[in-house]
């Protein structure tokens, strides 16, 4: 009869630490349904919508690439897919940081920014020796410089929603500038090699002897952000005045924004080039202020 009971006893606390088992899996299964609420991929999904049906223009560029046998279309579709997966990566970043409102992921997306900017710039001027490290300081020196005053002058909170964003028209703009700048500095010093040579020669310094090249070459490289100051909202509406307007803005408001912008990006893109033209003398110049042979044999 003990035995019996025993058993009964046994059997309904097993029964108990199952009942007890199954009710701590439902709470942990309920915790991460929580936990893993994909409401926000769902909201991204439905977003997405009118940017997929805008590539229909690429398919007729592509279509059209075909018919005109340019060889294009496959550059076309990588570039959209590309251009696609960056964007939808670079937003889930920036969530992201804006949530931390942490200075040190700033500091950590503008760096890696300039990294980027200056390897892209390095590439435009390949027979440049260390032409990405030269590329990237500059880029560096010129946006940083920038930003400080704009944050000393309380232009820009220091906050990702905004340094972020400025942060990348800066480096962006400032790494075309540098890169056309150091290409056509090369390019003009090897095309006039004999009159630099000349000039050393008779006891001109680096800096003397290719003074017309560096000044064609920073001409050529900010003529168009020049240019683009002054034609801005005559010809074209630019993309920061855009997104204020498109997103509700005054248009006043925008204007005194987009000021600011061509202001700053004047700016960063000057000190850059003209920064990048003195970090290129040593490799363009031997320790005897005799030009470097094998910067310029190649074409």
Same mark, same amino acid.
């Given at each position: 009869?003990?035995?019996?009971?025993?058993?009964?006893?046994?059997?309904?606390?097993?029964?108990?630490?199952?009942?007890?088992?199954?009710?701590?899996?439902?709470?942990?299964?309920?915790?991460?349904?929580?936990?893993?609420?994909?409401?926000?991929?769902?909201?991204?999904?439905?977003?997405?919508?009118k940017p997929?049906?805008?590539?229909?223009?690429?398919?007729?560029?592509?279509?059209?690439?075909?018919?005109?046998?340019?060889?294009?279309?496959?550059?076309m579709v990588?570039?959209?897919?590309?251009?696609?997966?960056?964007?939808?990566?670079?937003?889930?970043?920036?969530?992201?940081?804006?949530?931390?409102?942490?200075?040190?992921?700033?500091?950590?997306?503008?760096?890696?920014?300039?990294?980027?900017?200056?390897?892209?710039?390095? =590439?435009?001027? =390949?027979?440049?020796?260390?032409?990405?490290?030269?590329?990237?300081?500059?880029?560096?020196?010129?946006?940083?410089?920038?930003?400080?005053?704009?944050?000393?002058? =309380?232009?820009?909170?220091?906050?990702?929603?905004?340094?972020?964003?400025?942060?990348?028209?800066?480096?962006?703009?400032?790494?075309?500038?540098?890169?056309?700048?150091? =290409?056509?500095?090369?390019?003009?010093?090897?095309? *006039?090699?004999?009159?630099?040579?000349?000039?050393?020669?008779?006891?001109?310094?680096?800096r003397q002897?290719?003074?017309? *090249?560096?000044?064609?070459?920073?001409?050529?490289?900010?003529?168009?952000?020049?240019?683009?100051?002054?034609?801005?909202?005559?010809?074209?509406?630019?993309?920061?005045?855009?997104?204020?307007?498109?997103?509700?803005?005054?248009?006043?408001?925008?204007?005194?924004?987009?000021?600011?912008?061509?202001?700053?990006?004047?700016?960063?893109?000057?000190?850059?080039?003209?920064?990048?033209?003195?970090?290129?003398?040593?490799?363009?110049?031997?320790?005897?202020?005799?030009?470097?042979?094998?910067?310029?044999?190649?074409?």
């Amino acid at each position: 009869m003990m035995t019996l009971q025993n058993d009964t006893v046994s059997s309904l606390r097993s029964s108990y630490d199952l009942y007890q088992l199954l009710l701590a899996f439902r709470d942990a299964s309920t915790t991460i349904t929580t936990s893993m609420d994909l409401s926000w991929l769902v909201d991204f999904l439905k977003g997405m919508v009118k940017p997929v049906a805008a590539t229909s223009v690429v398919l007729l560029a592509v279509a059209l690439s075909f018919l005109q046998k340019l060889g294009l279309e496959g550059e076309m579709v990588y570039s959209i897919v590309r251009a696609f997966l960056q964007l939808s990566v670079i937003g889930f970043v920036l969530e992201f940081i804006f949530n931390q409102n942490n200075g040190g992921w700033i500091i950590l997306a503008y760096l890696f920014m300039v990294s980027v900017a200056g390897y892209t710039a390095g =590439k435009r001027a =390949k027979h440049v020796p260390r032409g990405k490290y030269i590329a990237g300081v500059s880029i560096l020196a010129g946006t940083a410089l920038t930003m400080v005053f704009l944050v000393l002058l =309380k232009v820009f909170p220091f906050t990702p929603r905004y340094i972020i964003p400025v942060a990348g028209m800066m480096v962006g703009n400032a790494m075309t500038v540098t890169g056309v700048t150091m =290409k056509r500095l090369r390019d003009d010093i090897r095309a *006039q090699t004999n009159l630099v040579e000349t000039a050393l020669a008779l006891g001109a310094t680096p800096r003397q002897a290719t003074a017309q *090249q560096v000044k064609r070459a920073l001409v050529l490289a900010l003529s168009p952000v020049l240019d683009n100051a002054k034609t801005v909202g005559l010809i074209s509406l630019p993309g920061a005045m855009t997104g204020m307007i498109m997103g509700g803005a005054s248009p006043l408001e925008a204007i005194q924004l987009q000021i600011v912008v061509m202001n700053f990006l004047i700016g960063a893109s000057t000190v850059s080039s003209i920064l990048s033209t003195y970090l290129c003398w040593p490799a363009f110049f031997t320790n005897a202020f005799q030009l470097e042979s094998k910067v310029f044999s190649s074409e």
